[in-house]
């Protein structure tokens, strides 16, 4: 399987908007989950929200609800993450990770493959 590649990460001011893509056609393409996470400095990684390719089921942490979504654009290949009303909490590294079948958590240790990262900073 081909490694997921993230795009789009930046600065913003609070209350700000960014969204982030993931080229993943590989993954779309079968019955897969593609998940967004991210890493704050000095803490842990952290499931943001998953998605199952075939029918789009999704899923989110609590503190992103309401303002982060996730989605899947078939045409391009890509698991895209919106993300509106950002807050500095939000500032972390973001990755785009992928495994082989149905999404069953958002804990980061059963995804196999990983993209690099993309920073995303929000300013107070």
């Known amino acids: 399987q081909v490694q997921p590649l993230e795009s789009g990460g930046g600065s913003v001011q609070a209350g700000g908007s960014l969204i982030l893509s993931c080229a993943a056609s590989g993954y779309i393409a079968d019955r897969n989950c593609v998940g967004w996470f991210r890493q704050p400095p000095g803490k842990g990684r952290e499931g943001v929200a998953t998605l199952y390719t075939p029918g789009g089921t999704t899923d989110y942490t609590d503190s992103v609800k309401d303002r982060f979504t996730i989605s899947q654009d078939n045409d391009k290949g890509t698991v895209n993450l919106q993300m509106n009303n950002l807050k500095p909490e939000d500032t972390a590294i973001y990755y785009c990770?992928?495994?082989?079948?149905?999404?069953?958590?958002?804990?980061?240790?059963?995804?196999?493959?990983w993209g690099q990262g993309t920073q995303v900073t929000v300013s107070s």
């Open positions: 990770a992928a495994h082989l079948g149905a999404c069953w958590t958002r804990n980061w240790v059963v995804f196999n493959y």
